[in-house]
């Protein structure tokens, strides 16, 4: 009897924890520990470190950390506004991240600082065709919505799209630079098939990804 109590109980966590994970699978937002806005070393140090790398290890990063990098990359640092990290073209506010991590593939509210799920599946193998793409933990993916870019010829819009993502990939490589980090901003990708994954819009244009990680031995 003592046996088939034992039992039970073991079966008993055992679905509870089964059902724990599915749920926080299927959570349809998640929301970012709050970032520390008070960390980092001087600017001025971390311009020093800053440089580009293509080795990564497969760590996860900490949600502080996932947190501090995103709002890094193009949080809201003034709330009376909505204004940004990173400046944009007549405030045009054009871009969209994109996160893909092993647990799945999320798009950046800045407005509430969350990451929504778009899908569960792991596309980092999607996001360049660089092997070490496969394995870092996070994978950005810079996303214009040409509808709202400034300018009024396409080769404006494409100035000012590739200018504003240029601007909110540097705020990424001095965070990696001062926590120690590494990253590397990429243009080679398969934007067809990346573009399906990320079930992209029309108006919607894949400017650029960047890859963020622990460095690699």
């Given at each position: 009897?003592?046996?088939?109590n034992i039992c039970?109980?073991?079966?008993?966590?055992?679905?509870?924890?089964?059902?724990?994970?599915?749920?926080?699978?299927?959570?349809?937002?998640?929301?970012?520990?709050?970032?520390?806005?008070?960390?980092?070393?001087?600017?001025?140090?971390?311009?020093?470190?800053?440089?580009?790398?293509?080795?990564?290890?497969?760590?996860?990063?900490?949600?502080?950390?996932?947190?501090?990098?995103?709002?890094?990359?193009?949080?809201?640092?003034?709330?009376?506004?909505?204004?940004?990290?990173?400046?944009?073209?007549?405030?045009?506010?054009?871009?969209?991240?994109?996160?893909?991590?092993?647990?799945?593939?999320?798009?950046?509210?800045?407005?509430?600082?969350?990451?929504?799920?778009?899908?569960?599946?792991?596309?980092?193998?999607?996001?360049?065709?660089?092997?070490?793409?496969?394995?870092?933990?996070?994978?950005?993916?810079?996303?214009?919505?040409?509808?709202?870019?400034?300018?009024?010829?396409?080769?404006?819009?494409?100035?000012?799209?590739?200018?504003?993502?240029?601007?909110?990939?540097?705020n990424v490589y001095?965070?990696?630079?001062?926590?120690?980090?590494?990253?590397?901003?990429?243009?080679?990708?398969?934007?067809?098939?990346?573009?399906?994954?990320?079930?992209?819009?029309?108006?919607?244009?894949?400017?650029?990804?960047?890859?963020?990680?622990?460095?690699?031995?």
């Amino acid at each position: 009897m003592y046996k088939k109590n034992i039992c039970f109980a073991l079966f008993f966590i055992f679905i509870f924890s089964l059902s724990q994970s599915s749920a926080f699978s299927e959570k349809k937002e998640i929301q970012l520990v709050k970032p520390d806005r008070n960390g980092g070393i001087p600017l001025m140090s971390a311009l020093n470190k800053r440089n580009s790398s293509r080795s990564f290890s497969e760590k996860k990063l900490s949600d502080q950390v996932l947190s501090n990098i995103l709002w890094a990359a193009y949080g809201i640092n003034r709330v009376e506004s909505g204004k940004r990290t990173a400046p944009s073209a007549m405030d045009k506010q054009e871009i969209d991240i994109y996160a893909a991590m092993e647990s799945g593939l999320y798009k950046y509210n800045a407005s509430v600082h969350s990451l929504e799920l778009i899908s569960a599946k792991d596309v980092r193998s999607l996001t360049g065709q660089q092997g070490f793409v496969k394995k870092a933990p996070l994978n950005l993916i810079f996303v214009a919505d040409m509808s709202k870019v400034a300018g009024g010829t396409t080769e404006e819009k494409l100035l000012y799209a590739g200018a504003d993502t240029g601007f909110i990939g540097e705020n990424v490589y001095l965070y990696c630079a001062s926590e120690g980090l590494g990253t590397v901003i990429r243009a080679y990708i398969d934007k067809n098939a990346l573009g399906k994954a990320l079930n992209l819009k029309e108006n919607q244009m894949i400017i650029l990804s960047q890859t963020v990680g622990y460095p690699g031995k």
